[in-house]
């Protein structure tokens, strides 16, 4: 009644596509881990360790795609993860190194990856925001305020839902706490 054949070629199939996806969870996984790492440089002041980093992650991606294809790597949650905090980790580096915030050249992505990273871009700007505050660098606040308020400004052109809505609206939160921290440094001068 059944047709083995078949069945073999569909076993085969699958075998094929689950190892493709175990290579790219597992590529995806350090893309993810590096992109922290280099969030983590780029906190520290270590410019230097975050470029390598960067470049390193780059020869990831460009390997992922070379072996799979952009189409393919894209299906797979764990690649976007990965990609969306790339974005983040990038955009950080741009912001702090004084780059103009725009398309990676290095690598290609959709633009999910990029609307999450730049929401998630705030929150990480925050952070340096607070840390810049505590070392008394207040004109530093106020720069970052000033690029929030800029992403947010572009942000709001998007109708955003499912998952990006829940990004933008953490990266609104973010912005009322910059607004926040400002005012705080502002009313006690």
Same mark, same amino acid.
């Given at each position: ?10 076993? $085969? ?37 975050? $470029? &390598? $980093? ?57 633009? &999910? ?15 340096? #925001?607070? &840390?810049? #505050? #505590? ?41 009322? $706490? ?12």
């Amino acid at each position: 009644m059944i047709n083995k054949k078949f069945i073999k070629k569909l076993k $085969k199939e699958y075998d094929k596509r689950e190892s493709e996806r175990s290579q790219i969870i597992n590529s995806s996984n350090v893309i993810l881990h590096n992109s922290k790492r280099i969030i983590f440089s780029l906190h520290r002041g270590n410019i230097q360790e975050a $470029k &390598n $980093k960067l470049t390193e992650t780059e020869k990831i991606f460009k390997k992922l795609e070379k072996k799979f294809g952009h189409k393919r790597i894209a299906e797979e949650g764990s690649y976007r993860a990965g990609a969306e905090e790339y974005v983040e980790a990038k955009m950080f580096y741009l912001v702090l190194t004084g780059k103009k915030i725009d398309k990676i050249k290095e690598v290609d992505l959709g633009f &999910n990856s990029y609307l999450g990273g730049l929401c998630d871009l705030t929150g990480e700007l925050v952070r340096k #925001a607070v &840390n810049e #505050a #505590a070392s008394g660098n207040l004109g530093e606040v106020e720069k970052i305020k000033e690029t929030i308020n800029e992403i947010m400004s572009e942000l709001t052109e998007f109708d955003m839902v499912g998952y990006l809505r829940t990004k933008y609206d953490q990266a609104k939160h973010n912005l009322r $706490k910059i607004e926040q921290i400002d005012y705080e440094i502002k009313i006690r001068d």
